[in-house]
């Protein structure tokens, strides 16, 4: 392991030395190595396929490596959530998150069944008071509720893929296990669920290693990133934006010393030509230090590709319309009476926790589901390319080149044919990696295949469902770049934040009142402006009640004040000072995030995010400042009006 910053100070409670782990020809974890700390919580990155699974779960003792050590902690309760889990069909929601925690069970057994004042019983009292094991049964029906989870007494096998993976969670953290270890806990769940969870890590006691592509997730809870590449761990301290620093100034320190290195060589190997005699010890010594520099690697390059989606045709000016629809499931209403209209360039994000009809929305624009009422109107030359949630199968015994290809070596674009290797290239296939066969990629790669496949579709309105699911950060950051260059119009269902800020430029959210609700702009400008209509809802309801309470008086000391002539130019300017100072924001985050920020400005970034929050505290301070002089105009005028 390589470790840029200080050592932890903390015991390690386990200890991975040199494992190495070989898929036929493929090379995955090549003499990896790491101390995990008590506390820390790690977050695993790297690209697809470069063995963080595989990591995972010799961390959670469900695989070994081919050679090398890896050792835990006597004692130690690991808690485990991998990407491909298996959950008891016949079981209850209730019954299999209960599973999770069969240890704890076992000692309250074995307690119930001993003397309590001997020895062993006042050790089993200690240990599930560790663990919290009195509370079992409320602490499950609690972690269900928050990670919207479904009922309780359903059955495991009526559930889908998205329902059983938030069970599944649920079971790795109700034991509050001394190790918890979760590869791609955030998949599947609501932006509140994983807010919920990043409260509920940060306050987690015990050590965590998590895989995650959910960049706002991983800058929250990380303490150390453990990156892992050409098989090994490279460990960073920090969260994600102290891993994006630190990683630039180790590449630029590997750049610059790369630069010595072939200086010396080209200067050496005039010398080396003119072959010198090795009886000499000084010659010898010198040939020997030229082929023993030459014969270093140098430090890996980044693949710099991007990843293609095809030309967008010219869109009409009806690109998608829908009128007066409503959908509803039994007795459940999922949408009434929505208006919706798709503009040519617009890329609308759709939110909403799951099982709200996001997808059920998705498929009755696109004419797979009928509507209870109303109607959608395709414009003539719009042509959709459709990415639903499930995808397409894959066929695992033909290999990238052919599940893709699908029987063509080129890849129409537009007006222009791509070879389809060079296609897949874009996609970080590299030319040994094209011939590998589908059963022998990791989820992520699996995703990347089945992008590539659908994406040569072209088409100029893409509607993705979830396309951010067990993509790798470098796959994620090349879509969002490819999705924003689009010239076409784009639909998308997601969860994640950072994606949405990104790619956005409106947002359509199906909020938990039962409402839909469009706001123009990115996904956090959705946030502030529901802020905003939350908190002038909870004045008005609170003024209301206040005034059916209230007793008119004529007591002149109970008047409420009067807003000031300077208060009152004050009020009729501040909306425009907020969207001033709101413009303000977006114009700091659009430089923030930009893909090579960090490697831009390795030396000056905190000035930036330093600017970066004290817009955001103005922006804030605006709106309190708005709401308190809106407080006093309307107490003042509800008094005058009742008295």
């Given at each position: 392991?390589?470790?840029?910053?200080?050592?932890?100070?903390?015991?390690?409670?386990?200890?991975?030395?040199?494992?190495?782990?070989?898929?036929?020809?493929?090379?995955?974890?090549?003499?990896?190595?790491?101390?995990?700390?008590?506390?820390?919580?790690?977050?695993?990155?790297?690209?697809?396929?470069?063995?963080?699974?595989t990591?995972?779960?010799?961390?959670?003792?469900?695989?070994?490596?081919?050679?090398?050590?890896?050792?835990?902690?006597?004692?130690?309760?690991?808690?485990?959530?991998?990407?491909?889990?298996?959950?008891?069909?016949?079981?209850?929601?209730?019954?299999?998150?209960?599973?999770?925690?069969?240890?704890?069970?076992?000692?309250?057994?074995?307690?119930e069944s001993c003397d309590p004042t001997t020895k062993r019983g006042a050790d089993l009292m200690e240990k599930i008071n560790h663990f919290d094991g009195?509370?079992?049964?409320?602490?499950?029906?609690?972690?269900?509720?928050?990670?919207?989870?479904?009922?309780?007494?359903?059955?495991?096998?009526?559930?889908?893929?998205?329902?059983?993976?938030?069970?599944?969670?649920?079971?790795?953290?109700?034991?509050?296990?001394?190790?918890?270890?979760?590869?791609?806990?955030?998949?599947?769940?609501?932006?509140?669920?994983?807010?919920?969870?990043?409260?509920y890590l940060s306050r987690y006691t015990g050590t965590c290693l998590f895989v995650t592509h959910d960049r706002y997730f991983l800058d929250r809870i990380a303490t150390k990133i453990v990156e892992i590449a050409r098989g090994k761990c490279i460990a960073y301290d920090g969260n994600y934006t102290d891993y994006l620093v630190s990683r630039a100034e180790r590449m630029a320190i590997e750049a610059t010393n790369e630069h010595k290195r072939q200086r010396f060589l080209k200067k050496e190997l005039e010398w080396v030509r003119r072959r010198p005699s090795a009886r000499r010890t000084k010659s010898r010594d010198r040939l020997d230090k030229y082929f023993e520099i030459a014969d270093q690697a140098p430090p890996e390059k980044e693949i710099d590709v991007?990843?293609?989606?095809?030309?967008?045709?010219?869109?009409?000016?009806?690109?998608?319309?829908?009128?007066?629809?409503?959908k509803s499931i039994g007795?459940?209403?999922?949408?009434?009476?929505?208006?919706?209209?798709?503009?040519?360039?617009?890329?609308?994000?759709?939110?909403?926790?799951?099982?709200?009809?996001?997808?059920?929305?998705?498929?009755?624009?696109?004419?797979?589901?009928?509507?209870?009422?109303?109607?959608?109107?395709?414009g003539v030359r719009t042509e959709i390319n459709y990415v639903d949630q499930n995808r397409l199968l894959l066929d695992d015994q033909k290999s990238i080149f052919d599940e893709v290809g699908e029987g063509q070596e080129y890849v129409?674009?537009?007006?222009?044919?791509?070879?389809?290797?060079?296609?897949?290239?874009?996609?970080?296939?590299?030319?040994?990696?094209?011939?590998?066969?589908?059963?022998?990629?990791?989820?992520?790669?699996?995703?990347?295949?089945?992008?590539a496949k659908i994406l040569k579709k072209g088409g100029n309105v893409l509607v993705l469902d979830e396309p951010t699911n067990d993509l790798d950060l470098n796959?994620?950051?090349?879509?969002?770049?490819?999705?924003?260059?689009?010239?076409?119009?784009?639909?998308?269902?997601s969860h994640d934040r950072y994606f949405l800020n990104r790619v956005c430029t409106g947002i359509l959210a199906f909020e938990d009142n039962g409402s839909i609700h469009f706001s123009p702009g990115s996904y956090d400008y959705y946030l502030e402006k529901k802020a905003e209509r939350d908190a002038q809802a909870?004045?008005?309801?609170?003024?209301?009640?206040?005034?059916?309470?209230?007793?008119?008086?004529?007591?002149?000391?109970?008047?409420?004040?009067?807003?000031?002539?300077?208060?009152?130019?004050?009020l009729e300017t501040i909306e425009e000072d907020i969207l001033a100072a709101e413009e303000e924001v977006a114009a700091q985050e659009a430089v923030i995030n930009e893909p090579n920020f960090y490697a831009e400005h390795t030396h000056d970034y905190q000035d930036y995010e330093t600017k970066l929050k004290e817009a955001q505290d103005k922006v804030s301070h605006l709106y309190s400042r708005w709401e308190e002089l809106e407080a006093v105009r309307a107490a003042y005028e509800n008094f005058k009006a009742t008295n």
């Open positions: 392991m390589i470790s840029l910053r200080g050592h932890m100070s903390e015991p390690a409670i386990a200890s991975a030395s040199e494992l190495t782990v070989r898929y036929s020809h493929h090379t995955v974890l090549d003499g990896a190595t790491l101390a995990i700390h008590a506390g820390e919580r790690i977050g695993l990155v790297g690209r697809n396929g470069s063995g963080k699974s990591f995972m779960k010799i961390c959670a003792r469900a695989d070994d490596p081919d050679s090398g050590e890896y050792t835990t902690r006597n004692d130690l309760v690991i808690g485990y959530l991998p990407q491909n889990f298996e959950l008891p069909e016949d079981a209850t929601v209730l019954e299999a998150t209960l599973s999770g925690a069969q240890y704890v069970q076992d000692l309250i057994a074995e307690y009195w509370t079992i049964d409320s602490r499950a029906t609690s972690l269900l509720s928050n990670l919207h989870a479904p009922d309780p007494e359903r059955i495991i096998s009526t559930l889908s893929g998205g329902e059983k993976r938030r069970v599944a969670l649920a079971r790795a953290l109700l034991a509050q296990p001394d190790f918890l270890i979760l590869d791609e806990p955030t998949n599947h769940l609501d932006t509140g669920s994983i807010e919920w969870l990043e409260i991007d990843l293609i989606i095809p030309p967008a045709l010219k869109l009409p000016n009806r690109v998608i319309e829908a009128e007066g629809l409503s007795d459940r209403v999922l949408f009434r009476n929505l208006d919706f209209k798709l503009e040519p360039g617009e890329r609308i994000g759709i939110v909403g926790r799951n099982g709200m009809g996001k997808s059920t929305l998705i498929k009755t624009l696109l004419g797979f589901t009928e509507p209870d009422t109303g109607s959608v109107h395709i129409k674009l537009g007006d222009e044919t791509l070879g389809l290797r060079a296609y897949l290239k874009r996609f970080l296939f590299s030319d040994e990696r094209i011939n590998t066969k589908i059963e022998l990629l990791s989820g992520g790669e699996r995703s990347r295949v089945l992008l796959t994620l950051r090349l879509l969002e770049e490819a999705l924003a260059h689009f010239e076409g119009s784009v639909l998308v269902v909870a004045a008005y309801e609170k003024l209301t009640t206040s005034k059916e309470k209230a007793k008119p008086t004529k007591n002149k000391g109970d008047e409420p004040r009067k807003l000031k002539w300077k208060e009152e130019r004050e």
